[in-house]
Nanobody, 123 residues
Framework: VQLQASGGGLVQAGGSLRLSCAAS????????MGWFRQAPGKERELVAS????????YYAESVKGRFTISRDNAKNAVYLQMNSLKPEDTAVYYC?????????????????WGQGTQVTVSS
C-alpha cells in the first residue's frame, strides 16, 4: 500500500486542521491505520490509530478529546481531525499502515509509511 498525506499547514493556537491520507493499492480495508508525529529533537510518537473497520481506536493522552481519527474504506482514506491545537502539537505528521492487528496501539506493526505533512501551531 502506498500512502499520501496532506492537509498540514500553519494555524494559530486554538485552531483546527484536518489531515487526510490517501491510500493506493488493494485491500485498504485490511490495514490498521495510524497517524504518527515527530517534532524536532523528539522521537516519533503514535498520535492515533484505528482498526480495519473503524470500531477500535487509540489516542495518545496528549491529544485525547481534541483529535479524532476516522476512515472511509470506500474512498481508501484515513483522516485526523485536530481541534484546539496547541503549539506543542507542532510536528511533521505521518500516516502509516499495519497489516491488520488486534492491538491498534502496537507501533511495531506499522510497516508502511507515507511522506510527512508539516503542522505548525503558532502561539
Amino acid at each position: 500500500v502506498q500512502l499520501q498525506a496532506s492537509g498540514g499547514g500553519l494555524v494559530q493556537a486554538g485552531g483546527s486542521l484536518r489531515l487526510s491520507c490517501a491510500a493506493s493499492g488493494r485491500a485498504f480495508s485490511s490495514y490498521t491505520m495510524g497517524w504518527f508525529r515527530q517534532a524536532p529533537g523528539k522521537e516519533r510518537e503514535l498520535v492515533a490509530s484505528i482498526s480495519t473497520g473503524g470500531g477500535r481506536t487509540y489516542y495518545a493522552e496528549s491529544v485525547k478529546g481534541r483529535f479524532t481519527i476516522s476512515r472511509d474504506n470506500a474512498k481508501n482514506a484515513v483522516y485526523l481531525q485536530m481541534n484546539s491545537l496547541k503549539p506543542e502539537d507542532t510536528a511533521v505528521y505521518y500516516c502509516a499502515a499495519a497489516t491488520s492487528v488486534w492491538n491498534v496501539a502496537d507501533t511495531s506493526k506499522f510497516a508502511y509509511w507515507g511522506q510527512g505533512t508539516q503542522v505548525t501551531v503558532s502561539s
